[in-house]
């Protein structure tokens, strides 16, 4: 799957160093909590779903890593960050393994369905 991305020739010069970076200490943040956690939440505070993966998760037994950016007026600039670097376009995220498995429905369906354990496993 590629994504399309505004192609260079069509960004200003004046507006190209603005363009893409920032908040790379954010994005290095998520990156490194997904090279040391099984499972890592990327979402924020005050948000349901986000609290639905969260209680998902704990009633299952996983441990894992909250990473939570913020609530719905403060730091939105990160979890935006975040989003551009995914391209999942809404919180939570759910990492797997380092995978992105999607947001808290799709936590609930492979937990339902016994692939959370599935994909667990398969890295041990």
Not at 53 to 64: D, I, P
Not at 81 to 103: E, Q, Y
Not at 107 to 116: D, F, I, T
Request: proline share 3%.
């Amino acid at each position: 799957m590629s994504r399309s991305v505004l192609d260079q020739s069509c960004i200003h010069p004046s507006a190209v160093s603005s363009v893409g970076g920032g908040y790379q200490e954010t994005l290095n943040e998520v990156q490194q909590a997904l090279a040391e956690n099984s499972i890592v939440v990327v979402g924020m505070a005050q948000n349901p779903f986000c609290r639905k993966a969260r209680q998902q998760l704990q009633k299952s037994g996983h441990s894992f890593c909250d990473l939570s950016y913020g609530s719905y007026f403060s730091q939105w600039h990160r979890r935006l960050a975040i989003k551009l670097w995914s391209g999942w376009p809404s919180l939570p995220m759910v990492f797997v393994n380092g995978v992105l498995i999607g947001g808290a429905n799709e936590l609930q369906a492979l937990a339902s369905s016994g692939e959370l354990d599935t994909l667990l496993s398969d890295k041990k």
